[in-house]
Structures are given as C-alpha cells and as structure tokens.
C-alpha cells in the first residue's frame, strides 16, 4: 500500500541550529514525492519537489530510494521557517492525487 | 490572478443540520480535490474531480457527505445531519493535470 509516514508531529529547535524534517514513503513504483508548507494564518503552498533538485527558502530534500526516505533539510533554521510541513507522495493512477503524511509541526525557538 | 476561493469562511450550525461549502477554483484548472484537516491533525482526502470523469469519492467518511462541480467551476460539499465529529477545516484545492496543488483558506465548520 502506498504510505506517507512523518514521524515527528512536533519538532522544535534553535534558531541557527540545522533542521531536518523525516519523511519516509512506501511505494512499489518510482516515487514522485513533494513537501507542501503552512505558514501560519496562510494557505498550505508547494515548497519543493524531489525532481526539480531546487533549494527553496534553503530548504533541500533528497529521495533516497535505499532508506525509501525524502527527508526535508536546512542547516540553519530561522524564526520564519515556523510552519505545518507536509510530506506527499504522487497516487498510482496518473491522475496526480497526492498521498499525504500527517505533518509535522516546526517551531523555530529564538 | 484570484486563486482558489471558498464560503463560507466560518460556519456555524447545530447537531442535526446540514450544511453546504463552497469552492471557487482557479480558473482553467481541471481537477479539484476536497480535503478535511481536524485539530491537529493532517490533510484528510475526501473526493477528486478530474474533468468530465467520475469523481474519486473514496475518501468521503459517511453517505452524509456528498460533493458536486459543475464543469470545471464551482464545486459544493454538503454534509446532512451534521455531528460533532464533523467539526474540522475543510480545504479545497485545484490543479491542472499537475502535481501541484492550489489550496483554498478553507472553510472552519463548527458543530456544536
């Protein structure tokens, strides 16, 4: 069955200090994964998808096929980055419904 | 341009009562995709519309809630005899035939 899996529903850390947000996946295909955000009071947007290969916000997040991980990344977390994160994964199908993780809630301490 | 709308944004309304939400998505957009998120929780998928084809309802709870779109415009989610447990926010979301999905600021139901 195809699973989006986030550990972590809080995960709270010092400004400056590295962030990473887990994110492991099952799926019997080739994964197309993606991590949304929700600031707070704004809409849930796209922050990256896996086969761009971009940085966003300095944001990176790598699919590891081996470890079946896309594990959201920043070495330096700012106050602003306090946001809902969310993991997904394209559905079979070809119809572009996402599977989604549960979120997990980041809290940037000053 | 306007991005995805939807009404209300707060409602209200007693055990028993139905209720209808709406939402206005991104003009162009094909598919439309209706979602649940209670307190602390994560994103709930309820219905997909794609076109003309059958709409994906797979993820609707109960025979209480039902969905309709009109073409490829406005699509209304309705739930009868509300409860409760139905207190959440619903978002809407819509899409071309792309991965990327636009969200609504999502309507906050709450029943009390």
């Known amino acids: 069955a195809q699973r989006v899996t986030q550990p972590e529903k809080l995960l709270s850390v010092f400004k400056g200090a590295p962030v990473e947000l887990k994110c492991n996946y099952s799926?019997?295909?080739?994964?197309?994964l993606f991590w949304y955000v929700q600031y707070s009071r704004q809409r849930l947007q796209l922050l990256l998808r896996?086969?761009?290969?971009?940085s966003i916000k300095g944001f990176t997040a790598d699919l590891n096929k081996g470890e079946t991980s896309f594990h959201l990344k920043k070495p330096f977390a700012q106050e602003e980055d306090s946001a809902m994160y969310y993991c997904?994964?394209?559905?079979?199908?070809?119809?572009?419904?996402?599977?989604w993780g549960a979120g997990t809630k980041l809290i940037i301490k000053p | 341009g306007a991005g995805v709308s939807q009404s209300p944004s707060n409602k209200v309304t007693e055990k028993g009562k139905d209720v209808e939400l709406r939402c206005d998505p991104i003009?162009?957009?094909?598919?439309l995709y209706w979602y649940r998120q209670r307190l602390g929780q994560g994103l709930e998928f309820l219905i997909y519309?794609?076109?003309?084809?059958?709409?994906?309802k797979s993820g609707l709870p109960s025979d209480r809630f039902s969905a309709e779109r009109t073409g490829e415009s406005v699509s209304t989610l309705t739930i009868q005899r509300t409860q409760q447990e139905d207190s959440a926010v619903y978002l809407c979301?819509?899409?071309?035939?792309?991965?990327?999905?636009?969200f609504g600021p999502g309507t906050r139901l709450t029943v009390t």
């Open positions: 519309f794609q076109g003309n084809s059958a709409p994906d």
């Open positions: 997904a994964l394209i559905r079979d199908g070809g119809n572009y419904q996402l599977i």
């Open positions: 896996h086969i761009s290969r971009e």
């Open positions: 003009s162009g957009h094909t598919a």
């Open positions: 979301a819509s899409s071309r035939v792309s991965y990327e999905q636009y």
């Open positions: 799926y019997s295909g080739s994964p197309e």
